[in-house]
C-alpha cells in the first residue's frame, strides 16, 4: 500500500466524528477507581485528537504517542492535539510496547492501514501488565459507495495508469475474527460494532471526509495540481449521487469495529 502523506488540517475538520467512536470504545475498557492506568500508548495517534481524550479520561498517567507521520506529530505536539504528551515517531508494524509495559495500548482507526496486522494482537497483548487493556476500533464500511466508487475510479480506463496498483484499502476482518484472534491470547475480549449516521454539514461533506483519510493515497501519488483537481471533480460527481444533500445536511453511515481484550 502507498504510504499517504497526511494533511493534520484536512483530518481534524471532522474532529468531533472521528473522536465519538473512540468515547464509545473507552466506555468499554475494564474501569479500576482505585487503580487507573499509569502508562498509556496512543498507537497510530495521528494529530493527537485521540491523544487528547486519552489525557482528558486519565489525566494523571503517562501517555506515549505513536504515529510514522512527521506532519501528524507535529500538529499532535501543539494545543491542538496533547501537548502533555510524550511522542515516537515509528511505525506501528515494527514498534514494540513490551519495553513500555503499559497498562492500556490504544489504537483509534490505525489497523485497517496495516495489511496483516492480526499478527500484532498477539504481540500487544502480550505487552501488557497482568489486568492492562488492549482497545481499538477500526472502520468498517469498505463495502460503503464512498469506498466502492473509488476503487472502481482508480481501476477506470482514465486513472489506470497511474492509480490502478492501488487495490482496495479493505484490511479489516469480521467482528468474530477479532474475537478469535483476541481469545486465543487468553485475553477477556469484548467485539462488537456500531453503525453511525452521521449527519455532516456543508457542501460535498463525503468528499471533505475522505480527503482526510482514504483519498491520502491517491492524492500522494498525484502530484499534478491539474490531475488532482480531475481526479477529485469525477470522484466528487458519484459521491453527489450516492450521497445526496438533504434539508439538514448529508447523511454519510458509518459501521465501525470495536475491540477490547484484557489480560488476566
Keep these: 500500500m502507498t504510504t499517504p502523506h497526511w494533511d493534520p488540517e484536512q483530518y481534524l475538520r471532522f474532529a468531533d466524528e472521528r473522536t465519538r467512536p473512540l468515547h464509545d470504545l473507552l466506555a468499554r475498557v475494564p474501569a479500576d477507581p482505585l487503580s487507573p492506568p499509569t502508562t498509556i500508548l496512543d498507537i497510530g495517534c495521528g494529530p493527537g485528537n485521540s491523544t487528547a481524550v486519552l489525557r482528558e479520561r486519565w489525566p494523571a498517567a503517562k501517555i ?5 507521520s512527521p506532519e501528524m506529530l507535529t500538529t499532535a505536539r501543539t494545543d491542538g492535539g496533547e ?10 508494524r515494527d514498534y514494540d510496547p513490551a519495553p513500555a509495559a503499559p497498562d492500556l495500548i490504544v489504537s483509534n482507526a490505525l489497523l485497517h492501514w496495516i495489511d496483516g496486522h ?6 500487544w497483548t502480550a505487552a501488557l ?26 481501476r477506470s480506463a482514465r486513472w489506470f495508469d497511474r492509480l490502478g496498483h492501488l487495490g482496495s484499502t479493505a484490511a479489516v476482518h469480521h467482528p468474530a475474527t477479532y474475537l478469535d ?10 467485539v462488537w460494532e456500531t453503525t453511525y449516521s452521521t449527519l455532516l454539514p456543508g457542501p460535498d461533506p463525503v468528499l471533505a471526509w475522505a480527503q482526510g483519510t482514504a483519498l491520502r493515497p491517491v492524492l500522494t501519488l498525484l502530484t499534478d495540481p491539474a490531475d ?3 481526479f477529485l471533480a469525477d470522484y466528487r460527481a458519484l459521491l453527489r449521487e450516492a450521497y445526496p444533500a438533504g434539508p439538514y445536511g448529508t447523511v454519510f453511515p458509518f459501521r465501525r469495529i470495536f475491540a477490547v481484550a484484557t489480560r488476566p
Excluded: K, M, W
Excluded at 129 to 154: I, K, M, W, Y
Excluded at 182 to 188: D, I, K, P, V
Design 129 to 154: 501488565r497482568p489486568g492492562g487493556s488492549l482497545a481499538f476500533q477500526v472502520p468498517g464500511n469498505f463495502d460503503a459507495p464512498s469506498h466502492t466508487l473509488l476503487l472502481e475510479l482508480t
Design 118 to 123: 492480526l499478527a500484532l494482537l498477539p504481540r
Design 83 to 92: 501537548p502533555t504528551a510524550d511522542y515516537l515517531l515509528a511505525d506501528a
Design 228 to 230: 488532482r483537481e480531475r
Design 181 to 190: 484472534a483476541l481469545a486465543a491470547t487468553g485475553c477477556a475480549v469484548d
Design 64 to 68: 506515549t504517542g505513536i504515529d510514522n
